[in-house]
């Protein structure tokens, strides 16, 4: 995992000390995406990782009958793009139209889909949350007035994912991002406010296409939006 610099030695992670008692985690390679938006078709490589996560907005189209054809092509490649891939992990977004629709049916072979769920993989805690606020028309809007849905995110997650980006002004994608939505500040105010009461070693998201790295705090943050991202998570390194 890069660490920006940041030291991991003995039972220290991020600057987090690990109690005794904590159980033995070991290495994993993840492959993070989101906001593909069709441009799966030009991938021509694989990518060695036992997790795959994909942190929505798959297909080129909104279009409900072409995201069916599109998505069940992408699902049947996916075993090629990732080779070695034990689990696939869909936290979908606002443009997932055919997952919000089908989510309760079963996708295939080891795909699982998170909205407000949690799931263990590997010794390690995993969230998904697909929810933005863009307005009607969209999918997996949260149009209930109250984040619930964030209050829902337990503390002592190693990996959270969401399609929104929280609103740090430390991350790159949100500095850059400033002006471009008019008078709405990029990334969603309530999520960075969850994300420091939970504080998850990843956090994971895309929704704004600007890809980046960065450890602020306890958590490393990863904006894996338009090309797979590999992922080195040591685990618990002792």
Not at 14 to 28: A, E, F, K, N
Not at 70 to 75: G, P, S, T
Request: charged fraction near 25%; glycine fraction near 10%.
């Amino acid at each position: 995992m890069l660490l920006d610099s940041m030291a991991t030695e003995g039972n220290t992670i991020l600057g987090r000390t690990l109690p005794d008692s904590t159980p033995y985690i070991g290495p994993l390679t993840i492959a993070a995406v989101s906001d593909i938006h069709g441009t799966w078709k030009n991938w021509d490589r694989e990518w060695n990782a036992e997790l795959v996560i994909l942190a929505g907005d798959i297909c080129g189209s909104d279009i409900y009958s072409e995201q069916k054809k599109e998505m069940r092509e992408f699902l049947s490649e996916l075993p090629n793009f990732f080779p070695a891939a034990y689990k696939f992990v869909i936290v979908p977004g606002n443009h997932d139209f055919w997952i919000e629709r089908e989510r309760g049916n079963r996708l295939g072979t080891g795909i699982e889909v998170l909205v407000d769920y949690e799931i263990e993989y590997e010794g390690r805690r995993i969230w998904g949350n697909p929810w933005t606020i863009c307005g009607s028309g969209w999918a997996f809007q949260w149009t209930r007035g109250r984040r619930e849905d964030l209050k829902m995110i337990p503390s002592g997650l190693d990996i959270l994912v969401t399609h929104d980006a929280p609103r740090f002004y430390g991350l790159r994608c949100i500095k850059e991002s400033l002006g471009d939505y008019g008078f709405e500040e990029p990334g969603s105010l309530e999520l960075s406010e969850t994300v420091r009461r939970v504080k998850p070693r990843i956090h994971i998201f895309g929704h704004i296409h600007k890809p980046e790295h960065r450890v602020i705090g306890e958590t490393e943050f990863y904006n894996v939006s338009g090309y797979p991202v590999v992922i080195e998570d040591p685990g618990n390194p002792y």
